[in-house]
């Protein structure tokens, strides 16, 4: 398959029940929680936090890869576990990440929806075993990956025979240095013309900073997206992983209002066409 081969008509929305929540069917649903489960006590406080705020769904990284091998790298199964249990008390599904097929039993049985991270993209192997599954898996582009690129990584899966995928837009590397990365708002449009993927988004890595995250996700919102995903810590300025782009609780608060707005807005902006 290649890039000419893709179809110039808008393809069928794809929808993907998890649970109670429905991702494609137009609404937009917000997964938050921090980079990383650091211990019990601060994943079950976001739990709240993210529940309490109206979130659907909670992430947390058990299994963290680093691109420094001195970084913390995730309390591992123990981080799982707790993840597990946040979710389960406040009723928010999870979602966490996958690096290794050894981890995928333990990972099937205590998480809701697996991670593909934007480094696994391209591990073929792995994707193709998460074929055989019937989770969830949350894909998400790498940040060197062209459009083309991540939609024949999703097709690994779906020949798998697991059809439920979301794609997840987290910004692409460019020669751009005010931001951690590119979020490509355009990409959300497109697949979903091409492919119907629900399209998660993912502002805090995208740019790796908390004050911008509110405009991207109106912006995302503008454009379609299905979902979206941001970090949020009790207190960024302690976090073990990526605290530069995490919001604090109170910023949090105030970005799902602007959320919860921007959404309102685009549902009359509808309703008018």
Known sequence: MDAGNFSDEISSKRVVTIGDVTL????????????????????????????????????GGAFKPRTS????QGLGAEGLKYLAEAGQKYGLITVTEIMDVQDLPILVDLADVLQVGTRNMFNYALLKMLG?????????????????????????????????????????????????????????PIVAKMKGFPVIVDPSHA?????????????????????????????????????MQSLNYEQFNRAMAAINRAIQFMREENACE
Not at 151 to 161: Q, S
């Open 24 to 59: 494609g069917d137009g609404s937009v649903m917000v997964i938050a929680g921090p980079c990383s489960v650091e211990n019990r006590e601060q994943i079950l406080s976001a739990a709240e936090i993210v529940k309490a705020n109206g979130a659907q769904m909670l992430r």
């Open 69 to 72: 091998p001195y970084s913390f």
């Open 207 to 243: 740019t790796g900073r908390s004050d911008i995250i509110i405009p991207l996700c109106r912006a995302a919102i503008a454009a379609g997206c299905d979902g979206l995903m941001i970090e949020v810590h009790p207190n960024p300025q302690k976090a073990k992983s990526d605290g």
């Open 132 to 188: 055989k599954t019937d989770k969830p898996i949350l894909l998400k582009r790498g940040f060197m990956a062209t459009i083309e690129e991540w939609l024949l990584a999703a097709e690994y899966i779906l020949m798998g025979g697991n059809e439920r995928v979301l794609l997840c837009e987290r910004g692409i590397r460019t020669f751009e240095k005010y931001t951690r990365n590119t979020l490509d708002i355009s990409a959300i």
